[in-house]
Nanobody, 127 residues
Framework: QLQLVESGGRLVQAGDSLRLSCTTS????????LGWFRQAPGKDREFVAA????????FYARSVKGRFTISRDNAKSTVYLQMNRLEPEDAAVYYC????????????????????WGQGTQVSVSS
């Protein structure tokens, strides 16, 4: 059973940068494709970014493309989300998730297919 633990969330000012980490255990990290999602109060959980297992192809939500970067370090069993030029609208609880195999990217943009989830880390952005 893969376990995921996010870290790095905190209060920042608009325009700042922040890097979230998601460290995994209990499974073979390289077997999984990974995604980041976020959920703001009163809103549905939304896709942020994903990275595939084999080719490390990445995909981003339109709202974060060009500002956020997802990456993975298989040696450290960790996936990262580098967030630059943060905006108040980016404030949310950020979750990482894992799905086994190497599915097509469209699969990874929905929360349903993911098998494992972290507990979330809070990102707050002051204007």
């Amino acid at each position: 059973q893969l376990q995921l633990v996010e870290s790095g969330g905190r209060l920042v000012q608009a325009g700042d940068s922040l890097r979230l980490s998601c460290t995994t255990s209990g499974g073979t990290f390289s077997d999984y494709s990974l995604g980041w999602f976020r959920q703001a109060p009163g809103k549905d959980r939304e896709f942020v970014a994903a990275i595939r297992r084999m080719d490390r192809n990445t995909f981003y939500a339109r709202s974060v493309k060009g500002r956020f970067t997802i990456s993975r370090d298989n040696a450290k069993s960790t996936v990262y989300l580098q967030m630059n030029r943060l905006e108040p609208e980016d404030a949310a609880v950020y979750y990482c998730a894992a799905k086994g195999g190497n599915p097509i990217m469209s699969t990874l943009t929905s929360s349903g297919p993911y098998e494992y989830w972290g507990q979330g880390t809070q990102v707050s952005v002051s204007s």
